[in-house]
């Protein structure tokens, strides 16, 4: 089942941090200036013409993130339920000339690793499971400016199996055979088995009526 989450409601001013949830699904927003240490700022949901849809930052002058900020997704919540496929992420507001940059990190606050740079309006998120955060800031052209529009996932449209122990053959043996003198040793034997939790199985399809 596809699923999109949009970055533009709500309207206006919402904060330094604000989650955008759908279903059970939520993407914690975090907005920041780049400096050192980078520093937290206000974002804004913009909705002013087709082009123009997304969340930006609120100090910009076009409420939009430029290169001396960036905007940091959570995506945990998408790595625990995402079903098949990577998800994806689409901008608004990209000119001429200008483009984004993606950045992966497990740390909030931090840009992290360099990942992509792009001008398309839906890219795949780069090692989508490597990082729990990713970044996006402007770049390219003089005075960039970008919008981030929503991320696009899949989610299963079952429930997975429930977890099942797998018993394990434990065989003991102790060698050599010697006469001991002094008090029964203790022996614990202890069963090293997993529990496997099989993956969500789609169900089968229906047949025509």
């Known amino acids: 089942?596809?699923?999109?989450?949009?970055?533009?409601?709500?309207?206006?001013?919402?904060?330094?941090?604000?989650?955008?949830?759908?279903?059970?699904?939520?993407?914690?927003?975090?907005?920041?200036?780049?400096?050192?240490?980078?520093?937290?700022?206000?974002?804004?949901?913009?909705?002013?013409?087709?082009?123009?849809?997304?969340?930006?930052?609120?100090?910009?002058?076009?409420?939009?993130?430029d290169?001396?900020?960036?905007?940091?997704?959570?995506?945990?919540?998408i790595i625990s339920q995402n079903c098949e496929g990577t998800p994806t992420i689409t901008m608004s507001s990209i000119e001429q000339?200008?483009?984004?940059?993606?950045?992966?990190?497990?740390?909030?606050?931090?840009?992290?690793?360099?990942?992509?740079?792009?001008?398309d309006l839906t890219v795949d998120i780069p090692m989508f499971g490597d990082y729990k955060y990713i970044s996006i800031t402007a770049s390219g052209s003089q005075n960039p400016t970008v919008l981030i529009y929503?991320?696009?996932?899949?989610?299963?449209?079952c429930k997975p199996e429930p977890c099942v122990p797998t018993p394990v053959d434990v065989t003991l043996e102790i060698l050599p055979v010697i006469t001991l003198c002094v008090q029964k040793p203790f022996v614990k034997i202890k069963n090293n088995a997993v529990?496997?939790?099989?993956?969500?199985?789609k169900p089968p399809p229906q047949p025509p009526t």
């Open 1 to 65: 089942m596809n699923q999109q989450i949009f970055f533009n409601q709500p309207p206006g001013d919402v904060g330094p941090i604000y989650p955008y949830t759908l279903g059970d699904v939520s993407v914690t927003a975090y907005g920041y200036e780049i400096g050192t240490p980078n520093q937290s700022t206000n974002m804004y949901g913009k909705n002013s013409g087709p082009n123009k849809i997304g969340l930006g930052i609120s100090a910009n002058p076009q409420n939009e993130i």
């Open 67 to 77: 290169d001396e900020t960036f905007i940091c997704l959570d995506l945990s919540n």
């Open 97 to 119: 000339n200008e483009t984004f940059s993606i950045y992966g990190t497990n740390t909030l606050g931090d840009l992290g690793a360099f990942l992509l740079t792009s001008s």
């Open 150 to 157: 929503s991320v696009n996932y899949t989610l299963c449209d």
């Open 195 to 201: 529990c496997i939790c099989k993956p969500c199985k």
